[in-house]
């Protein structure tokens, strides 16, 4: 190839840079603690945090400049600086949240702002992958950070397990996915989307390789986002992670799988979506149902969420299935307004845990009411958005999804998915009456170590999104769909 | 038989039977060193292919560092004779066994239904350093920028785990180190 063909445009991997770029500053500050004379160590996660900030407006900017860059194994477009903003909104917001809570976990916080970051400009670089080898590359490196961070507290059993089994699960994943793109490759001959989705157009693939590929695909992928059956890893993982490390897991894995899903069968394989639509949907039922029933049983509240976001990951789900521009818009405003009540959830808990425990039992928010009439407000605020009661934002998320997939041909799911939510309500609102009618028991109260400004800060921006979202969701969808037009392979 | 043939029947014989002398091997380091002049072997033949990249890379990566990694896992847990468990013995080297020549059946059958055909220049010339080079730095370039950052995680997660917590964080430590 001359040199001069060469697409070198960086504007795809803007973001990922100024992340790659904050991770070295948090590196180098982390070195002068070595020495003893200057202690930067509090600085960290400040210098974090600014990097996380300059990178979305630099995601916010490159909104309107769609453009494909090398050899097209990435593009920028709408898409994918509303992934990134969904990633660094939950990046930012676990950095606050760990500011007070990692120090007690492991002394090594140099480390762990720069694996966040790191993680981060995996997860982003995903979303804006068009191409099975850089889609792979972006995949292992979010999900190495996250096996590692997973196991960071290494004198807990249970965090050693979570790690251990993340791990492992997520080894034979990966595998599959490696397993599956190396069959589309021999059925179509290339690993870029666009080209991948020309051999299917002239019919020059072969089907039956590439349905297993697309199979192979998908389980990858349904292990990521924990769809059932590939979830089982899910409650284990969530609970013995620092409370921190779950909740960035829980937005942000999530935001960037589903982002190279969509990616992958709108932009790879968009004639063969009379097959995998259906297929999707199907998934999408038993990842909800499943998700919602489980989550009916569960006392510790990290396995809550866990089961909890099984569960919206099926209403996510749903939004893909449809295929249409209005399910991925609707599945993307699911996963912003997520990312914030999510996080608001995730703080609550952290507030709750006692010292070296990192979980909370249910029975810890009885009656918190009548002690912390705030927290219970702000914890009811995330519980009626996560169920989707309006006005919040997470009401809309269902709303755009559930309109989506019905005007979309797929009424049953849309049933379905209402039938789910329904089930939902029940626990989360068990949450709300358990904080303002049960009676507080001694189990009942907020660890004051855990209490700190960032927190307070965290949960405050997070209760504010929820509730702007939720009743103002133009703020969003003005933002990311001004330039709606990469959707020219989808219908 | 002309030179080359003679060639890669000698070292193809070193290859298989270094291979053989890892599995039978009853001591662990033998085994160890059975594999690396089986890698060594396997990038000689690379080299008479024409694809020297992946020789040297075979050298550097397999022999040099995947060998030296057994080793070291050797030194660790010890490396005295491996006992003989009566249930290992029983059925694994055949179930083993079975799955090899299912194999290396498959490979013949795939190789003897392909006609020969004359080596393309332009193809032969895929492995060598200079077309791999400029592949990877120019079309390739967001991958191998990529994986570098792969790579950096792995280090950074090395340091966070594996790192002896110091009890350090103490004034009068962080004056001594």
Redesign the interface.
């Known amino acids: 190839?001359n040199?001069a063909d060469?697409q070198?445009n960086l504007h795809p991997?803007l973001p990922?840079l100024l992340m790659?770029a904050a991770?070295a500053a948090v590196?180098i500050l982390d070195m002068f603690n070595?020495k003893?004379r200057t202690p930067t160590k509090a600085a960290l996660p400040w210098v974090a945090l600014v990097g996380v900030l300059v990178t979305a407006a630099a995601s916010i900017w490159l909104i309107g400049q769609p453009v494909s860059s090398?050899?097209g194994?990435?593009i920028n477009d709408t898409r994918a600086q509303a992934l990134n903003l969904v990633v660094l909104a939950g990046a930012a917001l676990t950095i606050l949240l760990s500011i007070r809570y990692i120090p007690n976990v492991?002394?090594?916080t140099g480390?762990?702002y720069?694996?966040i970051l790191?993680?981060s400009?995996?997860m982003m670089?995903m979303g804006s992958a068009t191409d099975l080898?850089?889609l792979f590359?972006?995949l292992?490196?979010f999900s190495?950070?996250l096996?590692?961070l997973a196991?960071?507290n290494?004198t807990d059993l249970r965090s050693n397990e979570a790690a251990m089994k993340y791990f492992l699960l997520g080894a034979f994943a990966s595998a599959f996915f490696v397993y599956g793109a190396a069959y589309i490759y021999g059925a179509t001959g290339s690993t870029r989307f666009d080209l991948i989705a020309n051999a299917l157009f002239d019919g020059k693939a072969d089907p039956s390789l590439l349905a297993i590929g697309v199979t192979l695909l998908i389980a990858g992928f349904g292990f990521k986002v924990s769809l059932v059956p590939f979830h089982m890893w899910t409650p284990d993982v969530y609970q013995g992670s620092p409370t921190p490390v779950t909740a960035f897991m829980s937005v942000g894995t999530k935001a960037a799988a589903f982002a190279a899903f969509y990616r992958l069968f709108a932009f790879a394989l968009p004639s063969e979506q009379a097959t995998w639509g259906p297929v999707l949907g199907a998934l999408a039922i038993l990842t909800m149902t499943l998700g919602n029933l489980a989550a009916l049983r569960q006392s510790s509240l990290k396995r809550l969420l866990a089961y909890s976001s099984i569960a919206h990951a099926g209403y996510i789900l749903v939004g893909l299935a449809t295929a249409t521009s209005a399910g991925i818009d609707g599945a993307l405003f699911y996963l912003i307004s997520y990312a914030f009540m999510n996080m608001g959830a995730f703080a609550v808990i952290i507030l709750l845990e006692r010292q070296g425990e990192m979980d909370a039992l249910g029975n810890r928010l009885n009656g918190l009411a009548q002690r912390h009439p705030q927290v219970a407000m702000l914890m009811s605020i995330f519980m009626f958005s996560l169920a989707g009661v309006p006005p919040f934002a997470g009401f809309f998320g269902k709303f755009f999804v559930f309109a989506a997939a019905v005007s979309g041909g797929y009424s049953w799911l849309a049933a379905v998915a209402m039938l789910n939510s329904a089930i939902g309500a029940y626990y989360y609102l068990r949450i709300v009456v358990n904080m303002y009618f049960a009676e507080p028991t001694e189990e009942t109260r907020i660890e004051p170590q855990q209490a700190s400004i960032p927190l307070a800060f965290a949960l405050g921006i997070s209760a504010v999104f929820t509730v702007a979202l939720g009743v103002l969701p133009s703020l969003w969808t003005n933002l990311v769909q001004s330039g709606a037009l990469n959707l020219v392979a989808m219908r | 038989m002309d030179f080359a043939m003679i060639f890669f029947i000698l070292v193809a014989a070193l290859s298989v039977g270094a291979a053989v002398g890892v599995v039978t091997s009853k001591i662990a380091v033998h085994s160890a060193l059975f594999l690396l002049v089986h890698f060594a072997t396997l990038a000689i033949l690379y080299i008479t292919l024409n694809a020297q990249f992946l020789a040297a890379a075979q050298v550097i990566i397999y022999a040099g560092g995947i060998v030296i990694l057994i080793l070291f896992v050797i030194m660790l847990i010890g490396s005295g004779p491996m006992e003989t468990r009566a249930a290992y013995r029983s059925w694994v080297p055949y179930a083993g066994l079975a799955l090899g020549v299912l194999m290396l059946a498959g490979i013949s059958l795939t190789l003897l239904q392909t006609p020969a055909a004359p080596i393309d220049p332009e193809a032969n010339q895929g492995g060598v350093p200079i077309v791999v080079g400029?592949?990877l730095y120019?079309?390739?370039?967001?991958?191998v920028?990529?994986?570098a950052?792969?790579l950096?995680?792995?280090l950074?997660?090395a340091?966070?785990?594996a790192?002896r917590?110091r009890p350090?964080?103490s004034?009068t430590s962080?004056?001594q180190?």
């Open positions: 190839m040199s060469l070198l991997v990922e790659v991770t590196m070595r003893g090398f050899q194994m990435a492991n002394r090594q480390e762990y720069a694996l790191l993680v400009a995996g670089a080898m850089a590359l972006a292992e490196t190495l950070g096996y590692i196991g960071l290494r | 400029l592949t120019s079309q390739n370039i967001l991958l920028q990529l994986a950052i792969l950096l995680v792995a950074i997660g340091l966070l785990l790192r917590p350090e964080e004034p962080n004056l180190s």
